[in-house]
């Protein structure tokens, strides 16, 4: 029965936020009710319908959401008009009800971590006025107070501001179409793809896992869910093939992460740095392009000189070519009208919307003409309801942002977080990179990446500005850290489930997973002092040629460093000089000093001279 239900409520959102898109059915002020009420709807009734021993509460939670959202929906025009300075007693009953129901929503869905950095703000703004300068807060009454966060309408404060505005309009679209993308066999092109790729060569299904899952992942923005989807597959065929499970969970778990750093959709956590940052989309996935590919070509790297080390033999079967092209309009058409629209301009709810139909469209001809391949309503239902349950989920941290960044805003909290990180790098800039970097780390634990980045959006990239970092770069720069955090311990949750899938301990698939995926650790850095990898060359055409030269070479240096294996197995004197190479070669990106570049080159070129003559010798 509740199944039946939560199907029935997910169905509903999907066709209300679609129709929205084009007919004005209500006030922007009553959309985000609407959302807002839909997406606790849908995941009070998942929690249900999941949690049988706890449903009752999550039924009372339900209750009590719906209640709230009708009552708003129902005095929207007195809110709006007057009773924002004057709130009634039930406006302010309802606000706590609010804050408390989403509050609990994500607790539920994600854990404690980012439900006590909302309760903490809030804290502050009742308790800031105890606290000596530079922190202390102005007394704020408790009417104020639950106006700001969570009743105030038609404004950029609380749960209903422009954070959750943001999936209202066109993050759930797209997470939405990740979803239906899956439903409609897109996954199987991916798949098919993957093994092609992989029979040709050696690493065999570690290429499936880093081709299928960086396409997979750009429209998934899970890395969670990209792992469970692809790993189900590659994993077994990579311990089959001969990785041990730490190997074959950590090179699952860094090319599922990766996929939401991969143009054009980059997980959908790019939409909301559009929104946020005020970028447009298209310069955003412009921007992305190299970073992902040197994240991936590092990533390759490692699972072609670990095949090699170990002796990998690839059995993978085969893809008939004919069942490929047959797979990829599902694939390619929608995702080709996506990026056509994206580049002509248009906006991003009618974007999401058109892509979305494209993909629906084809599916349903592709089911027509194919006999080979069947589409159930029912499987297709319930991916939609995944797909709608992801967004929903996301819409919560959303609106739970929305708390933390009035929280930063109202007590001016946003003017000395940077004067703090300021005075603590004593103004020097790779030490407020650093700082940044452990805040979104840090916050990056156990949360969306979507939430991830906006807290660190909120709290570090201001500073950054304020030291002449560009506002692209600065974004980005948190973007990635946030990105990578799902593979740092101690609460990698990427590794953490890839290894549970591996049969693999948790600690040890963790470092695996840093080492493989070192590159992410870097490119924050190379994207603030190598600005050409986002498409910013500053300086002359020679310029941007070395820094790219010394990325190139500073990423492979580092991983055949990591590896012990270049063409044969490295001694210790031959990873002494490529670690050696990889170290000049990132500092000459740092430091603009060529002469630094030309030492790391003849440092590889050394070690790679010794790997020749032993290989030599060994043959002779």
């Known amino acids: 029965m509740l199944n039946v239900l939560l199907q029935i409520v997910a169905v509903t959102m999907a066709i209300y936020q679609l129709v929205y898109t084009q007919i004005l059915i209500q006030g922007p002020e009553a959309h985000l009710i609407t959302h807002l009420g839909f997406a606790l709807a849908v995941v009070f009734l998942s929690l249900a319908q999941s949690q049988p021993e706890r449903r009752y509460i999550h039924i009372v939670f339900l209750i009590f959401s719906l209640s709230a959202m009708a009552y708003l929906l129902s005095f929207l025009n007195e809110l709006l008009l007057y009773r924002t300075a004057l709130p009634a007693l039930s406006d302010l009953v309802v606000g706590t009800v609010v804050i408390t129901v989403v509050v609990a929503g994500v607790y539920f869905v994600y854990g404690k971590t980012f439900p006590l950095i909302a309760v903490a703000s809030i804290a502050y703004l009742i308790l800031g006025r105890y606290l000596p300068p530079p922190f202390s807060v102005a007394p704020i009454g408790p009417e104020r107070l639950l106006m700001w966060l969570a009743v105030t309408l038609g404004t950029d404060e609380g749960i209903f501001g422009n954070i959750l505005g943001i999936s209202a309009y066109y993050l759930f679209l797209f997470i939405f179409f990740g979803a239906m993308l899956h439903a409609f066999g897109g ?191 029912k499987e297709i239902i319930e991916d939609l309801t995944k797909g709608v349950r992801s967004a929903s989920e996301i819409a919560l941290i959303c609106a739970l942002v929305g708390v933390v960044a009035t929280a930063i805003k109202v007590s001016g909290l946003g003017i000395k977080l940077p004067l703090v990180i300021e005075e603590l790098s004593h103004g020097f800039l790779p030490i407020a990179l650093c700082i940044a970097m452990i805040s979104s780390i840090l916050l990056g634990m156990g949360v969306p990446t979507t939430a991830a980045y906006l807290l660190v959006a909120i709290g570090a990239v201001p500073a950054l500005l304020a030291m002449g970092v560009p506002l692209l770069q600065a974004h980005f720069f948190c973007f990635i850290f946030a990105i990578f955090s799902h593979l740092t311990p101690p609460v990698a949750i990427g590794a953490m489930v890839a290894a549970q899938m591996a049969d693999a301990e948790y600690w040890p698939t963790a470092w695996e997973a840093v080492k493989a995926g070192f590159t992410g650790l870097l490119l924050p850095f190379f994207v603030i002092y190598a600005p050409v990898v986002v498409l910013r060359p500053e300086g002359p055409f020679w310029q941007s040629v070395a820094e790219i030269g010394s990325v190139l070479l500073g990423v492979s240096a580092f991983q055949v460093a990591l590896s012990g294996y270049l063409i044969t197995y490295a001694k210790r004197i031959e990873k002494s000089l490529f670690m050696t190479g990889a170290v000049f070669c990132m500092a000459s990106v740092i430091s603009d000093l060529r002469v630094l570049l030309a030492v790391g080159a003849l440092a590889c070129l050394l070690g790679l001279l010794s790997q020749l003559y032993r290989t030599r010798k060994t043959r002779l």
């Open 187 to 377: 996954t199987r092109f991916i798949i098919s793809l993957g093994k092609w790729v992989g029979s040709k060569l050696i690493a065999g299904p570690a290429v499936i896992a880093v081709l299928g899952s960086s396409l997979l992942g750009t429209v998934t923005g899970s890395t969670v869910a990209n792992i469970t989807i692809t790993g189900s597959f590659t994993i077994p065929l990579m311990k089959k093939a001969g990785y041990d499970p730490t190997q074959a969970g950590a090179i699952e778990a860094v090319s599922s992460n990766g996929g939401q750093l991969m143009p054009p959709i980059m997980g959908a956590t790019a939409f909301v740095m559009a929104g946020f940052a005020g970028i447009p989309y298209v310069k955003i996935a412009m921007a992305a392009l190299l970073p992902a590919l040197l994240y991936y070509f590092n990533v390759f790297l490692y699972v072609q000189l670990t095949a090699r080390k170990m002796c990998i033999r690839s059995e993978v079967e085969s893809v008939q070519g004919k069942e490929l092209l047959c797979d990829a309009p599902i694939f390619l058409l929608p995702l080709g009208v996506l990026i056509f629209l994206l580049v002509k301009g248009f906006t991003l709810p009618f974007v999401g919307f058109w892509s979305i139909v494209t993909l629906v469209g084809v599916g349903m001809i592709s089911r027509l003409l194919r006999k080979d391949v069947r589409f159930s309503a």
